[in-house]
């Protein structure tokens, strides 16, 4: 019985931080990302509860997931003048492989994402989450267009993550990297990116109730059309948390970064940080982080401040009901040469289990760009105004088959009239996890 309960508080938050990471797609978009997650919710929550064993090889969890796609796209290269229609075909197989305590606390099929939305989002306890782990992951997706072969192409990607867990110290790595074909706005057409993203973490007890946290993060960007800007960055952030009783915490952090555009001189960056999260009656979770971004540029005798923040809301008024909400703001190097653009953007979700096995997903959103020079040679700036609706149904055949249909519309109004387009995307989607 105790198994059982804690295995439904596990997908119900799972479910919960699904949506939190649904909301946060950010602006290099493409059909499989933007449409369907590689998980679902719903394929999420039976998988935990159907406690299937596992694949087992030397201490090691075996965990096969694949993908199957049918999509048309309308404006393929998002093109103002020159639109491109396609129908695609994707294949996603994948492997994720675990070690520790992972099958031990998830008694289901897991996957990267999964994994880290228990361990980052949800709201079971700390004692119901992976101690001690290492999971790798490896997924493809096989992409034909048909006819127009020439747009066919493999996106590669793959992850780590490992966790350690003393008394009162906890250790975790989470290294990410993919190679994909996506539809850019900032750059206003089709292209092909790489990015190397390594994050460690520490967090170290002082109480029962206070906590200190540092983060080192280092991202490698690059454009392979090297016309376009990619870039490093390297930051830390350093917190002193506490706990106000089980409903409320909060938090004071700084934190230092460089960003090293290819092309554009460097930056420099601090930020001044709070947070705060409150949990009401098992049904909202609230929580925020922001500051002041106080930015200096090697090349011009200036200095830019903009605020960055993050919040979310997630309510769930009844078990099979789930709505979000999220605003967030920062501030990234241009893919063009001296330039950097702030995004403030807020988007709202909302899911309903319908029949025990039906699930409606709907998400909106709107983005407001903004580019300006990072020196005297920056060039024009411009804004763009990004919207997005999406529509998704998934149907649960059992516990390892789930069948999505979905619809997309995307559309970008900007000041410069050639990033301008509108985008419509439906298709059909298949994912098995074993």
Do not use: C
């Not at 975790?172 to 092909?192: C, M, P, W, Y």
């Not at 280092?218 to 002193?240: A, C, K, M, S, T």
């Amino acid at each position: 019985m105790k198994l059982s309960i804690r295995t439904a508080t596990l997908s119900t938050s799972l479910l919960l931080s699904s949506l939190v990471s649904f909301a946060l797609a950010a602006d290099n978009e493409t059909p499989g990302d933007v449409v369907v997650p590689p998980q679902t919710a719903s394929s999420e929550a039976l998988n935990l509860s159907s406690q299937a064993a596992t694949l087992r090889l030397a201490g090691l969890d075996f965990y096969p997931h694949a993908a199957g796609t049918a999509l048309y796209d309308d404006n393929l290269l998002i093109s103002h003048t020159n639109r491109v229609a396609v129908t695609e075909l994707t294949l996603s197989p994948g492997l994720t492989v675990a070690g520790g305590d992972v099958a031990a606390v998830l008694p289901g099929s897991v996957t990267l994402g999964q994994l880290r939305s228990l361990l980052d989002n949800s709201l079971a306890d700390d004692g119901s989450k992976p101690q001690r782990f290492i999971a790798i992951e490896y997924t493809p997706d096989l992409n034909e267009f048909v006819d127009h072969a020439h747009f066919n192409n493999v996106d590669d990607f793959a992850g780590l993550i490992a966790g350690y867990a003393l008394s009162r110290l906890t250790l975790r790595l989470d290294q990410d990297f993919k190679s994909e074909a996506v539809k850019d706005n900032l750059v206003g057409e089709r292209v092909t990116i790489r990015e190397y993203d390594t994050r460690i973490r520490l967090r170290y007890e002082l109480t029962d109730r206070t906590y200190v946290e540092m983060n080192e993060r280092y991202v490698n960007f690059e454009y392979e059309d090297q016309i376009f800007q990619g870039y490093q960055e390297f930051r830390n952030d350093d917190w002193l948390n506490r706990n106000f009783g089980d409903k409320l915490s909060a938090g004071l952090g700084a934190a230092i970064g460089s960003v090293i555009p290819d092309a554009t001189a460097n930056q420099t960056y601090e930020q001044a940080l709070g947070r705060a999260a409150y949990r009401i009656s098992g049904k909202v979770n609230l929580s925020a982080e922001g500051g002041v971004d106080v930015r200096e540029y090697d090349q011009a005798n200036q200095q830019t401040i903009h605020p960055t923040f993050n919040m979310s809301g997630l309510y769930q008024p009844w078990a099979t009901t789930t709505f979000s909400l999220n605003a967030y703001g920062r501030e990234e190097p241009s893919p063009s040469a001296e330039q950097n653009y702030t995004v403030y953007g807020l988007s709202a979700g909302g899911r309903q289990l319908i029949f025990s096995r039906f699930h409606t997903d709907v998400n909106a959103g709107y983005n407001s760009v903004n580019f300006a020079a990072s020196s005297s040679g920056g060039g024009d700036t411009r804004t763009d105004g990004f919207y997005f609706a999406r529509v998704r149904l998934d149907y649960d055949l059992n516990p390892h088959w789930t069948a999505s249909v979905f619809y997309t519309r995307n559309q970008n109004d900007s000041t410069a009239s050639e990033f301008s387009y509108n985008n419509n995307i439906f298709g059909a989607r298949v994912t098995w996890q074993y």
